[in-house]
């Protein structure tokens, strides 16, 4: 299959995939900024920001939810890296956690604002 006759829909996300010719650019900013305050606040910004526009832009919705359930993720992994400092793994895994929600949310923010679907990989999908 060629570049060209890839689309971008919620149910074949992925990275690379070629943007929506239809989200407008707000909607592209407001996906973004999911990803991006997901990393800066939380769950918390990713969940007030979804909660006011899934309802009028599709796009925030999907990448809201993303989002949301990736950062849902992080939480429950620091909490499991921090449990596992008793037995020496959490010293490798409470470090790690935190870098792969960062390196993660710049690949989402970059794919958002190309207008693209982005799935987090290894992520729980609690909010469907």
Request: aromatic fraction near 8%; include cysteine; proline fraction near 5%.
């Amino acid at each position: 299959m060629d570049e060209q006759n890839q689309t971008s829909q919620p149910g074949q996300a992925g990275v690379g995939q070629s943007p929506q010719a239809d989200v407008s650019q707000d909607a592209k900013n407001m996906g973004m900024l999911c990803h991006l305050l997901g990393f800066l606040t939380s769950f918390l910004g990713p969940l007030i920001l979804w909660l006011i526009k899934k309802d009028t832009m599709p796009f925030v919705d999907y990448h809201g939810k993303e989002a949301l359930n990736f950062q849902i993720t992080i939480v429950i992994a620091s909490a499991v890296a921090g449990l596992s400092v008793m037995c020496f793994i959490g010293v490798i895994l409470l470090p790690a956690v935190p870098l792969a929600d960062l390196i993660l949310s710049i690949i989402a923010c970059v794919a958002a604002s190309k207008g693209e679907y982005y799935k987090y990989p290894l992520c729980l999908r609690l909010i469907k």
